[in-house]
């Protein structure tokens, strides 16, 4: 059994008081919920805040993003052991935004990714398809590629820790979710790359989170779903009670 896990990414919202805010209102909601894992991943800012807040809580913490060297000239950018630093243990890579808004490519997922496994970080690889490849019926094509890519020369022992995120680009904040069905497909797409990449048994234990306007009102039809491990949460995410009664879906 694949334990579900149930993340936020709250994007460009919140400052560091909004967070303490977040977390004052939110823990007592989900205290007692140890069925599955939550993670917050609110902006680099508010690392510190939300790891301070969630202390002593089940709640983990990400980051959005990372940069991929371990230092250098490189402005504006977050290396994997100042993460690890502030206490964030998990990191998204990869989300459609980032790929969309500033220039990610496959290839710095795939460096992103291997320098997040190589220190120690929980990485949640983002994967999906905009609205003109599904309609074009390249949905298969493009989810297979991402994950060849993200995963190259990348051994099994390494990615140990790997989640997936399925996130169709033409769900994401619009309001339409894919449906359990058309989500559970791609799910299988990407579990077969997995298995690909780093076995079967691998595969199996893969956790693959689904993302793109999940809501309360859509989250139990979605996480009954036994191919779908969890889910990546963006607006929905930023108010407690919405959130925990995703997590309590
Ligand atoms: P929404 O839940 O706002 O559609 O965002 C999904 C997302 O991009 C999570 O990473």
Known sequence: MRKKLIAANWKMYKTPDQARDFFRDFLPLVQAHDRDEI??????????????????????????????????AFTGEVNAAMLLAVGATRVIIGHSERRQYFGETDDTVNLKLKSALEAGLIPIVCVGEVLEER??????????RQCMRAFYKISAKKAAKL????EPVWAIGTGKTATPQLASDAHIIIRG??????????????????????KPE???ALMSEPEIDGGLVGGASLDPKSFSAIVKY
């Open 193 to 214: 790359e997995a298995a690909k990449a780093f076995g079967q048994e691998f595969a199996d234990n893969l956790r693959i989170l689904y993302g793109g306007s999940v």
């Open 218 to 220: 859509n989250a139990t």
């Open 39 to 72: 993670v917050v991943c609110p902006t680099y800012l508010c690392l510190d805040a939300a790891v301070t807040a969630a202390k002593g809580s089940s709640v983990a913490v990400g980051a959005q993003n990372l940069h991929w060297e371990k230092e250098g």
């Open 163 to 166: 989640v997936v995120a399925y």
């Open 135 to 144: 309609e074009a019926g390249l949905t298969d094509d493009v989810l297979r």
